[in-house]
């Protein structure tokens, strides 16, 4: 990917960024993550996410939830809690700058979107190594709230760097490009 190409792209973005931040009424400036649940959650990924919801209201992030059913778990302050349906999932996938992925999301599209992954290990991705500046993602090791809660601290901390958090998203749009061709 050229960086004209890259440019362009982020541009595109921070765009629908600022659409979906003026819709919903929240600060474009704030990272947003975003979750989608297009499928039923078990009931310990539920535990974990309502411990992430009352984690992430101490941290500088805005939460969009796309969600089919049980919506007043989600129900915080700092929450906005939508309907799924592909308009919505595709307009917030490419507004996100992050998204919390259990092992039923399609980490590919986020990669395609410009949407970092926080996610346990898989395949696709690859953890962000800030001394190396390589990786497409944020992983984390242990399937725990505490462990995920600190590594989307760690990419709350590494999206304050603008030019680490963009190339961390050309490295997702290669993975997937390269993967096509």
């Keep these: 990917m050229t960086n004209s190409s ?15 931040a003026g819709k919903f009424n929240f600060s474009e400036k704030h990272p947003l993550l ?10 310990k990924n539920e535990e974990y996410l309502k411990f992430l919801l009352d984690g992430t209201a101490h941290v500088n992030l ?10 007043e778990i989600f129900n915080t302050p700092h929450t906005i809690v939508l309907p799924y349906n ?22 590919e599209e986020m990669l395609l979107n410009g949407t970092i992954p926080i996610s346990m290990p898989r395949g696709e991705i690859a953890d962000y190594n800030p001394n190396r500046e390589n990786g497409n ?3 984390f090791k242990k399937e725990n709230y505490w462990s995920i809660f600190a590594t989307i601290v760690r990419a709350l901390e590494t999206f ?22």
């Design 137 to 139: 993602s944020f992983v």
């Design 34 to 43: 975003v979750i989608v649940l297009d499928k039923e959650l078990s009931k």
């Design 6 to 20: 890259l440019d362009n792209f982020l541009k595109q973005k921070r765009e629908t960024k600022k659409q979906v």
């Design 160 to 181: 304050k760097f603008p030019y680490d958090w963009n190339h961390i998203i050309r490295q997702g749009l290669e993975t997937v490009s390269f993967k096509k061709n």
């Design 62 to 71: 805005q939460v969009v939830i796309l969600a089919d059913t049980n919506f």
């Design 86 to 107: 592909r308009g919505n999932r595709n307009l917030l996938i490419q507004a996100a700058d992050m998204a919390l992925c259990f092992d039923f999301n399609d980490v």
